[in-house]
């Protein structure tokens, strides 16, 4: 069911219903447009103990709900970010934002869960899952976790199916690219793709072609470029374009629903196209740092400003920004990660004589609403209901917890946001949320601004102050065959059938 609230959390004691200062937890947005993603209207939402209770214009309350004007402004579903890594060993070091600082700072803007990759230790993915289960133990928002494969045998294969019966993991993510550590064969991704699709999960690859990676990398240091510029230098388009292209022709080839995490490149985005278009089922998730950014600050002459702009793939030339922003109008890209995976300036100071040893990543969580409101409803290439569509509603059904989430409707979590359109976003290093010493959209401002985030029916920013327990946030299990996986059986079927027709044996969609 999805009437999960607050006496859940009451009742195993870790919750904020504990806490002294409990006010009430029946609160009335009075006055908002509602906007869902398939349509908006005036009405008002009422929220008791956790959960979306009614949405109607002029609801009538009691005395003691605490009532909340929204008048000339949008009331949404928080935000779900389906692409963070909080508290992750990484190239030597460790993401300085926790599962407490990142989701504080994603909660003052405007997301109210997240779902952080697993990453399994030596391959063992239940003794990555219990190292990810302390980690949040520090929540203070709902989350979700995906998994990465890195190795593969029997025990792997066991462990998946683990993690998707017992454990709510419904996602596995193969990484094409960070070779020697992270990075998988051709061989495995099959296993995988084949793995994934027999138990309903969704398979999602870091599309980047590693061995041709590492290549570039030797290149450019052997042409003396060592500076954050060889990062982006060394993995140009063409090798995320042949990666994302493998990934799926093999996913057709077994007939599997795919999922490309961060699409930076135009390369990689027509080739997803030209899949969509011959049917087959991949979705593509740019991130925001690709939909707003250019590569021209990786030349800057100050380091510390050059490398914290160094995440993989990289961040292109001016253009394949615009065609990304294109593509999610038009609905070939689907759905707006962060890839929020932050390193402060001394941890991306690691690197200071060989770009190779940048920690990966940038920042995102706090800045994602704000940034594609900014950039996708205020040029005119997105609704307010697509807006929701792809920061909320849309990873909410690919990740099989609709409408418990990405939704302002009865029954729902009661995690909402009101969006003040008409206000401005302001974006610092020196007042942002997360722990990080610097932030890559340092200095931009914007229309429209989160005035308030409702988490588990609970107000946790406004005035733009954040009111956070740390322990407060829930796990959400997350169920296997969303659905991309409506109808596969049938493609398969066909597909036996075909190969004991020669006259059907050349079937393109298979
Ligand atoms: O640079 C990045 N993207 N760091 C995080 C790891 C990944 O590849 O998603
Ligand atoms: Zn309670
Ligand atoms: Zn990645
Ligand atoms: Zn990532």
């Not at 869902?36 to 609801?59: C, K, L, S, T, W």
């Not at 702009?309 to 030339?317: C, E, G, Q, Y």
């Not at 409803?377 to 990873?395: I, K, N, P």
């Not at 740390?470 to 059938?497: C, R």
Request: glycine share 10%; proline share 4%; net charge negative.
């Amino acid at each position: 069911s999805p009437l999960i609230g607050l006496s859940q959390i009451c009742e195993s004691g870790i919750g904020y219903c504990d806490s002294v200062n409990v006010i009430s937890s029946k609160i009335l947005i009075k006055g908002g447009t509602v906007v869902n993603a398939d349509r908006q209207e005036v009405a008002d939402v009422y929220v008791d103990d956790g959960v979306i209770v009614d949405v109607r214009p002029n609801i009538k309350v009691a005395d003691g709900v605490r009532v909340v004007d929204a008048t000339g402004k949008f009331v949404m579903p928080g935000g779900i970010d389906p692409h963070t890594h909080l508290a992750m060993e990484f190239m030597g070091t460790e993401t300085i934002d926790n599962f407490f600082s990142g989701q504080a700072a994603a909660l003052a803007g405007g997301t109210t869960m997240h779902i952080d990759f697993v990453i399994p230790v030596k391959g063992s993915l239940s003794k990555g899952y219990e190292a990810y289960v302390e980690k949040a133990k520090l929540s203070c928002m709902d989350y979700g976790f995906h998994m990465a494969i890195t190795k593969w045998d029997d025990t792997v294969a066991k462990e998946m199916e683990i993690m998707v019966k017992e454990k709510g993991i419904n996602s596995f993510k193969f990484f094409m690219a960070y070779k020697g550590s992270l990075m998988i064969s051709d061989e495995l991704l099959l296993e995988g793709l084949k793995k994934c699709k027999s138990l309903g999960a969704l398979a999602m690859v870091h599309a980047e072609n590693g061995d041709a990676v590492f290549e570039g990398q030797k290149r450019m240091i052997e042409l003396g470029i060592t500076g954050p510029e060889g990062h982006a230098l060394s993995r140009p388009p063409v090798l995320e374009g042949e990666a994302t292209a493998r990934a799926i022709r093999l996913a057709a080839f077994v007939n599997a629903p795919l999922y490309i995490v961060h699409v930076m490149s135009i390369d990689a985005m027509e080739e997803i196209a030209r899949a969509q278009k011959a049917g087959q089922n991949v979705i593509g998730e740019p991130v925001v740092s690709g939909l707003v950014l250019d590569d021209s600050v990786l030349w800057d002459p100050d380091f510390v400003t050059a490398a914290k702009f160094v995440m993989s793939p990289p961040i292109r030339a001016l253009g394949h920004g615009k065609a990304l922003q294109a593509a999610l109008s038009t609905g070939i890209l689907k759905l707006v990660g962060t890839d929020h995976c932050t390193f402060n300036s001394t941890q991306k100071s690691f690197g200071i004589d060989d770009f190779r040893k940048i920690p990966n990543g940038v920042n995102g969580l706090e800045e994602r609403m704000h940034l594609v409101w900014d950039t996708m409803v205020e040029s005119g290439q997105l609704s307010a209901t697509d807006f929701v569509r792809v920061t909320s509603t849309e990873c909410a059904k690919l990740f099989n917890i609709y409408p418990r989430k990405g939704a302002i409707r009865a029954g729902s979590d009661a995690d909402i946001i009101i969006f003040n359109p008409n206000s401005t976003f302001h974006i610092s290093a020196n007042s942002h949320h997360s722990k990080s010493d610097t932030n890559v959209y340092d200095g931009r401002s914007g229309k429209g601004k989160v005035e308030v985030t409702i988490a588990g029916g609970k107000i946790v920013w406004e005035n733009e102050e954040l009111n956070v327990v740390p322990g407060s946030g829930k796990y959400i299990s997350m169920p296997p065959f969303n659905y991309l996986y409506h109808g596969i059986d049938k493609a398969d079927e066909n597909y036996l059938t075909s190969l004991k027709a020669p006259v059907n044996r050349f079937n393109p969609s298979i």
